[in-house]
């Protein structure tokens, strides 16, 4: 299944570059590639009623988000972006807290590490909205990303700290080119309630089931190793297994 994931995300990369819609930061092969029109798509999720009730939005520290966490910030939400492959945990941007003039540079990834708080997910607030950064997106709300699996462990780290639902809308906004037809999927990925690109809102009708948390046999060490926060859950879950089994030898 990755082989072909794989051959979906060079196609879509390729795609994109051939019809000259691709834009900086380049090559775009191998990231979640930033186009032309990410603004005009990334306006379709702000104009929404989900999104305008939002008091604290989670937004990817991809290119093609980047209009998405300004406005953010000058809509006054708290901002919550997770450090690039999450090396360095989550990010808080309180924009009461950055100047006015410095919103727009709080909005990249170098100015949101020096303007944005690092915080542990158990001290973040509950999120209210999520827009995720994509490779390639099926109108039935399944989504493909550049392979790294970060956004899939992103949720399922909120989610095990309690900072979001399971149902919580999940956004993205790509180009109309990013549409295809069908994709593959593991147990582990993430699905969408809204797709913006362009030209149009699609509302999923009916959402996939998501993961109810991290799926530890689906990790290899290697991964868990990289990320603190993977490693103290890890050491937790073994903790509570280890006293379960206790429990019941016991008894």
Same mark, same amino acid.
């Given at each position: 299944?990755?082989?072909?994931?794989?051959?979906?995300?060079?196609?879509?990369?390729?795609?994109?570059?051939?019809?000259?819609?691709?834009?900086?930061?380049? #090559?775009?092969?191998?990231?979640?590639? /930033? +186009?032309?029109?990410?603004?005009?798509? !990334?306006?379709?999720?702000? =104009? @929404?009623?989900?999104?305008?009730?939002?008091?604290?939005?989670?937004?990817?520290?991809?290119?093609?988000?980047?209009?998405?966490?300004?406005?953010?910030?000058?809509?006054?939400?708290?901002?919550?972006?997770?450090?690039?492959?999450?090396?360095?945990?989550?990010?808080?941007?309180?924009?009461?807290?950055?100047?006015?003039?410095?919103?727009?540079?709080?909005?990249?990834?170098?100015?949101?590490?020096?303007?944005?708080?690092?915080?542990? #997910?158990?001290?973040?607030?509950?999120? /209210? +909205?999520?827009?995720?950064?994509?490779? !390639?997106?099926?109108?039935? =709300? @399944?989504?493909?990303?550049?392979?790294?699996?970060?956004?899939?462990?992103?949720?399922?780290?909120?989610?095990?700290?309690?900072?979001?639902?399971?149902?919580?809308?999940?956004?993205?906004?790509?180009?109309?080119?990013?549409?295809?037809?069908?994709?593959?999927?593991?147990?582990?990925?993430?699905?969408?309630?809204?797709?913006?690109?362009?030209?149009?809102?699609?509302?999923?009708?009916?959402?996939?089931?998501?993961?109810?948390?991290?799926?530890?046999?689906?990790?290899?060490?290697?991964?868990?190793?990289?990320?603190?926060?993977?490693?103290?859950?890890?050491?937790?879950?073994?903790?509570?297994?280890?006293?379960?089994?206790?429990?019941?030898?016991?008894?």
């Amino acid at each position: 299944m990755s082989d072909e994931k794989q051959m979906i995300r060079e196609e879509i990369w390729r795609l994109l570059e051939s019809r000259g819609v691709a834009r900086f930061p380049k #090559p775009i092969y191998g990231r979640i590639p /930033n +186009f032309a029109g990410a603004e005009r798509a !990334a306006e379709r999720i702000l =104009g @929404l009623e989900e999104y305008r009730a939002a008091s604290v939005v989670k937004v990817s520290p991809d290119s093609p988000q980047k209009h998405v966490r300004y406005r953010c910030l000058l809509d006054g939400k708290i901002l919550v972006m997770p450090t690039p492959r999450l090396k360095e945990g989550f990010l808080i941007l309180d924009p009461s807290r950055i100047p006015q003039e410095m919103l727009e540079q709080a909005s990249t990834i170098r100015g949101a590490l020096i303007l944005g708080r690092r915080t542990h #997910p158990r001290d973040l607030p509950r999120i /209210n +909205f999520i827009v995720t950064g994509s490779v !390639a997106a099926t109108r039935d =709300g @399944l989504r493909l990303g550049k392979g790294g699996g970060y956004s899939e462990l992103e949720y399922a780290i909120l989610l095990e700290y309690g900072k979001i639902d399971r149902d919580i809308m999940i956004a993205t906004n790509i180009h109309d080119l990013q549409l295809v037809n069908r994709l593959p999927r593991d147990p582990y990925d993430l699905t969408l309630d809204i797709i913006a690109t362009p030209t149009k809102l699609i509302r999923v009708s009916t959402r996939k089931e998501r993961p109810t948390g991290i799926i530890w046999e689906l990790l290899n060490g290697r991964k868990i190793n990289e990320i603190s926060i993977l490693k103290e859950l890890a050491t937790t879950s073994r903790n509570k297994s280890d006293n379960a089994l206790n429990r019941r030898r016991r008894h």
